[in-house]
């Protein structure tokens, strides 16, 4: 009992652990159940990509040991997301990914979701690396583990607001066109929403704390905008995978945002309070 | 070996005349006749924001019926549109169909010593009967006629429209007489600045007033939306019906953006009492496949480079590859002559589709994704000869044993077809095994695994690394000493 409330007390200790399971989850699914193709060679590629290069961080930059679970979790997303024809552009991207986290650092945030910059950066570069929107299809499971795996994650690192304030914008935008304007029946709309991919990018990508304002208020607003270009560029110029361009043009603006509340603390990963409690707990 | 290539076109005609063809189009006729479309063919090439769409139909009824009605997002020129021949279809259809491969063993006695293979594909498909009735067009206010052509047989008519009760009211008033189900989805379309190509038959112009096939329509337009519009081809059909769609692109595979896109079953070894039936086969494994994605995935059944400068077109190849020509007529008209060095991706789906589990028309997206792929299914016929005695003989006839074991399991994996069948089968080359081994095999014989899902190393690979490292890595302790070590 002692052990496993322990535990508990350490995975909330930080907002990764969740995220690091729900990750892995929705890889199990992924080639478990939907059965993408899963060759071992680009999943090799790509954690042993963010590892060394995070590995490399650790040893030369001084980082702490544990931004090695945010390494993890780069590595996890773009197994979850990106597709390519070649493992060693699974290498590149990975460690293109975790290389921008150090090249490219603000106040302690840096301008991209390492993911994200990882999946668009190696797509632009070599043209040979894609996003799959449809490969979750939809189905009403899917959202439900995805929402509270997410909502797990997000509770724990209060950053709920932003994704919701993505999901919920660019669902009312989809509602008033695809049912309001255009008249298409209720299904379409649904159809559209229980997309797989887009869930996973509004509880695992966009809220990115490193990558988001600091300030709330500034942080549903911009997650808002982040809804509406999405919405738009989906619906009027037929981008697929919409959401990720739009986030990889926006999360640069994040440093000016942050300059207008300059009072308000960059993010930190770890929940000091709840760590306390687990020394504490460790030294009964 | 000819018999059999006849029993295999038979069967597969058979499979494929139980469906009708569909459209992503409606059929609209005068009279309530009660028309099916539950399977249909189109070719979609895809070029930058360059769009071919050949569209096909097995309209089945009297020709003066046939008008179609098909939303286009943009109004096309004369020259955009163009009637193309039925042959394309059948090239295309021919060359990457699901297929059945044989293999010879050799007889480990010495005796046999062939070794090839040969394969069939399944294929062909259907098509109508004609007359036509012209009459002055009504006007209706909101519906505007963009542009009026008489193309070869074909009288097309291309409408823009503001509102879908005015769309509705016109193609009444001019004979077309529109199902309910499409009318539900006309304003949707109207809404989304689509235009509609209506297409009805010249009776005056039709060539070959016997041929069974309509011929295909070919159109082309500059859009970046990359779809294709189902609902309203679900207008008139009753349940589920097929679409198979050939795609054609610079740079590779097509996928489905808001469907999930899945490979359908492939390579594997079925027993050799499936080939008089291997279209049932294909029929059966494909209904399962469809169940078990949920009856709203879209399948694919092949995808390969096809490009002129490739070596290797197909393995096996079931027909004749497609040449240059074919590619530049079904639309991939930048392979043009002496331009060899330009990709074409050819990908073949399959979808299933009905009104409750494909809401919304299939959008597509082309990646660089450039795996071949083929439905592959492959029959093992053993050695031939009655001499097995040698030692190597006895084994190999034990390995056959339980080869045939797995074969019948995988077939009723993969079709849900009783296994009872094969148990003959099975035991069909155990007279020629001497009493001893005859027994062991009884003992011995390797339990039958069906391999449905494939094993996949990296899942253990993964899951063993990352419950190795996760807690290490990330434990207090090992940062304080990895910590302590760096930093003396």
Redesign the interface.
């Known amino acids: 009992m002692h052990t496993l409330r322990n535990t508990l007390v350490w995975l909330r200790s ?1 907002g990764r ?1 969740f995220q ?1 399971i729900a990750q ?1 989850s929705f890889l ?1 699914y992924g ?2 159940l ?2 993408w ?5 680009n ?2 590629a790509i ?1 042993s990509g963010v ?1 060394v290069a995070q590995g490399l961080a ?2 030369f930059a ?1 980082f ?3 931004s ?2 945010s390494a ?1 979790i780069t590595g996890l997303g773009l197994s979850l997301l990106m ?3 070649d493992p060693w552009l699974f290498l590149f991207a990975a460690l293109l990914a975790i290389g921008m986290k150090f090249l490219t650092k603000v106040n302690g945030k840096h301008l991209w979701n390492p993911a994200n910059f990882g999946i668009v950066a190696a797509a632009f570069l070599s ?4 996003i ?8 009403a499971l899917i959202i439900f583990i995805v929402g509270t795996a997410g909502l797990a994650v997000l509770s724990n690192i209060k950053r709920l607001e932003t994704g919701l304030a993505f999901l919920i914008t660019f669902a009312a935008l989809e509602y008033i066109r695809t049912v309001l ?5 209720h ?2 709309f ?3 929403l229980t ?1 797989g991919s887009l869930w996973l990018f509004s509880f695992f990508m966009i809220t990115d704390p490193m990558t988001t304002p600091n300030h709330r208020k500034l942080r549903i607003g911009w997650a808002m905008i982040v809804g509406a270009i999405s919405f738009y560029l989906a619906n009027f ?2 981008v ?1 995978g919409a959401p990720f361009w739009t986030l990889f043009f926006l999360t640069p603006f994040t440093p000016l945002l942050d300059r207008l509340s300059p009072r308000i603390t960059s993010f930190m990963w770890k929940n000091e309070s709840t760590t306390k409690k687990h020394i504490q707990h460790q030294s009964i | 070996m000819k018999n059999t290539l006849t029993t295999l076109a038979i069967a597969a005609a058979l499979l494929i005349c139980q469906h009708a063809l569909a459209f992503c189009g409606f059929y609209v006729a005068k009279a309530d006749a009660s028309l099916f479309n539950n399977k249909s063919e189109v070719i979609m090439v895809r070029n930058g924001t360059r769009n071919v769409i050949t569209m096909s139909s097995d309209f089945k009824g009297d020709l003066s019926e046939f008008a179609m009605v098909v939303p286009v997002p943009t109004v096309l020129a004369e020259k955009d549109i163009r009637v193309v021949e039925r042959r394309i279809f059948d090239v295309l259809n021919a060359y990457s169909a699901p297929r059945l491969v044989n293999y010879y063993d050799n007889n480990p006695c010495g005796y046999d010593m062939r070794l090839y293979e040969d394969s069939y594909s399944m294929a062909v498909p259907a098509m109508a009967k004609e007359e036509l009735v012209s009459k002055k067009l009504t006007t209706v206010k909101g519906v505007h006629i963009e542009a009026q052509y008489d193309i070869d047989e074909y009288n097309i008519i291309i409408l823009s429209a503001k509102e879908s009760d005015g769309l509705q009211i016109w193609l009444e008033a001019n004979g077309y007489k529109v199902p309910e189900t499409a009318r539900q989805v006309l304003e949707p379309y109207v809404r989304s600045n689509m235009k509609f190509f209506l297409v009805k038959v010249n009776l005056d112009k039709v060539q070959n007033r016997n041929s069974e096939y309509l011929r295909p329509i070919q159109i082309r337009f500059d859009h970046a939306k990359f779809m294709l519009p189902l609902r309203l081809g679900m207008a008139n059909s009753n349940g589920s019906q097929d679409m198979i769609v050939y795609a054609l692109t610079t740079e590779g595979r097509v996928e489905c953006t808001n469907y999930r896109t899945v490979k359908m079953p492939t390579d594997r070894n079925i027993p050799l009492y499936v080939e008089p039936k291997f279209g049932d086969f294909y029929k059966s494994l494909f209904e399962k496949s469809y169940k078990q994605e949920g009856r709203n995935a879209v399948f694919l059944e092949y995808a390969w480079n096809v490009s002129p400068y490739t070596a290797v077109k197909c393995d096996p190849c079931v027909g004749p590859p497609p040449v240059n020509y074919d590619f530049v007529e079904a639309g991939a008209d930048w392979i043009t002559q002496g331009n060899f060095h330009q990709t074409i991706f050819f990908t073949r789906l399959h979808v299933r589709y009905s009104r409750d589990k494909f809401p919304s028309d299939l959008q597509f997206q082309v990646t660089p994704n450039n795996e071949n792929f083929q439905c592959r299914y492959v029959m093992t016929y053993p050695a031939s000869g009655d001499d097995f005695t040698c030692d190597a003989g006895q084994e190999y006839l034990v390995d056959l044993y339980n080869r045939r074991k797995k074969e019948v399991d995988e077939l009723a994996a993969l079709t849900g077809w009783s296994s009872a069948n094969g148990s003959a089968y099975i035991r069909e080359y155990n007279k020629h095994l001497n009493p001893r081994m005859r027994e062991n095999s009884r003992n011995e014989g390797i339990p039958a695994t069906i391999a449905q899902r494939t094993y996949r190393p990296w899942i253990v690979v993964s899951i063993i690394f990352l419950a190795i490292t996760t807690p290490a890595l990330i434990s207090r302790k090992s940062t304080k000493i990895f910590h302590a070590k760096i930093q003396p």
């Open positions: 930080d652990h690091i892995i199990c080639v478990l939907l059965g193709d899963a060759d071992w060679k999943y090799l954690f590892i650790i040893r001084g702490p040991m544990d090695l679970k993890l597709k390519a024809n043209g040979d690396a894609w799959s929107p449809g490969q979750w299809g939809s189905s304007y255009l008249g298409w029946e299904d379409v649904l159809l559209k997309n110029y037929f697929n």
